[in-house]
């Protein structure tokens, strides 16, 4: 579910080293837009720290330009497109089978590619992993439901009280970290920028 199409899953197979050096995980990537000579197409990343399942922006930043300087110098996605990198979000997707013990106790909605008990969709509250299923706890259901991960093609946390405490008590937790060097990082951008400006231009390219 990080990626769903040929073209996307190319596209993490090579993103994924990119982040690794970086000590963060890709969450998903989607391209989407036309294809056709002039459409515009829209690549979006979703990534997080490896340590908490959180990214600043300083972090997206630094993907964002790795990411870049690799499309720029491959080329893999023919015609113009636009870059987007951002955190999963506080409800976020579900891409991984660990995501789903991550966040056990969270209710969650699951999409799957075929009928189970008569339906494609389900929401409850996450219990874990059995092996290669997903546990879930149903509304209304006495037993714990166990889906196959390979069933699913999307799934998302829901926002709500629960997850809301849940998000602000890991915001306390990391304290001013993430401002702390996001401020470093632009103080590092603004000396970048003086250095450009400072050097000579070259005329023989």
């Known amino acids: 579910m990080r990626a769903k199409t040929t073209e996307e899953r190319k596209l993490l197979e090579a993103f994924d080293p990119i982040a690794e050096a970086l000590e963060l995980d890709i969450v998903r990537v989607r391209l989407q837009g036309s294809r056709e000579p002039g459409g515009s197409r829209f690549l979006q990343i979703m990534a997080e ?8 922006v300083t972090q997206c930043a630094r993907l964002s330009r790795a990411i870049s300087a690799y499309i720029d110098e491959v080329d893999p996605i023919p015609g113009e497109f636009t870059l987007e990198v951002s955190s999963p979000g506080i409800d976020r997707p579900l891409t991984r089978l660990k995501d789903f013990e991550t966040y056990e106790g969270l209710e969650a909605r ?3 590619d075929r009928l189970a008990e008569g339906r ?9 992993i059995e092996d290669d299923h997903i546990a879930i706890d149903l509304e209304g259901e006495e037993e714990t439901a166990l889906i196959p991960f390979d069933w699913v093609i999307d799934a998302k946390l829901i926002l709500n009280d629960e997850l809301m405490k849940r998000g602000a008590e ?22 970048d920028e003086d250095l450009e400006d400072d050097e000579p231009a070259n005329d023989d390219k």
């Open 170 to 191: 890991a915001k306390a937790a990391r304290g001013d970290e993430d401002e702390e060097e996001d401020e470093d990082f632009d103080d590092d951008f603004e000396d």
């Open 49 to 56: 720290r490896k340590t908490d399942g959180d990214i600043n």
């Open 110 to 112: 699951i999409e799957l």
């Open 120 to 128: 494609k969709r389900f929401r409850g509250v996450l219990a874990g």
